[in-house]
Nanobody, 120 residues
Framework: QVQLVESGGGLVQPGGSLRLSCAASGNIFSIYAMGWYRQAPGKFRELVANMPSGGPANYADSVKGRFTISIDTVKNTAYLQMNSLKPEDTAVYYC??????????????WGQGTQVTVSS
């Protein structure tokens, strides 16, 4: 079993910053990629940023220049540094990871989600 546990969400004023964390634990042989998605009320879940292991980061156009994804391969933890937050960034943010177990095929895992609210 693999678990993804997110933290760092909350309420922030427009222009503020937050850092989300996603810690992966359990039966992990290799992490192929980690990323962040978000879902606002009444909207589909959308990619925010992702990063393959050892590869370049990929960002949604709406967050380029404001958000930065990073991965600590020792801690098996992904981070999303969010700066210059806007009200339209308000959503539930979900961590996503493609992980290979010690035996078996790689699979995709999701965290439980963390609420980010940008409001004055």
């Amino acid at each position: 079993q693999v678990q993804l546990v997110e933290s760092g969400g909350g309420l922030v004023q427009p222009g503020g910053s937050l850092r989300l964390s996603c810690a992966a634990s359990g039966n992990i042989f290799s992490i192929y990629a980690m990323g962040w998605y978000r879902q606002a009320p009444g909207k589909f879940r959308e990619l925010v940023a992702n990063m393959p292991s050892g590869g370049p980061a990929n960002y949604a156009d709406s967050v380029k220049g404001r958000f930065t994804i990073s991965i600590d391969t020792v801690k098996n933890t992904a981070y999303l540094q969010m700066n210059s937050l806007k009200p339209e960034d308000t959503a539930v943010y979900y961590c996503n990871a493609v992980i290979a177990p010690y035996s078996g095929d790689p699979d995709t895992y999701w965290g439980q989600g963390t609420q980010v609210t940008v409001s004055s």
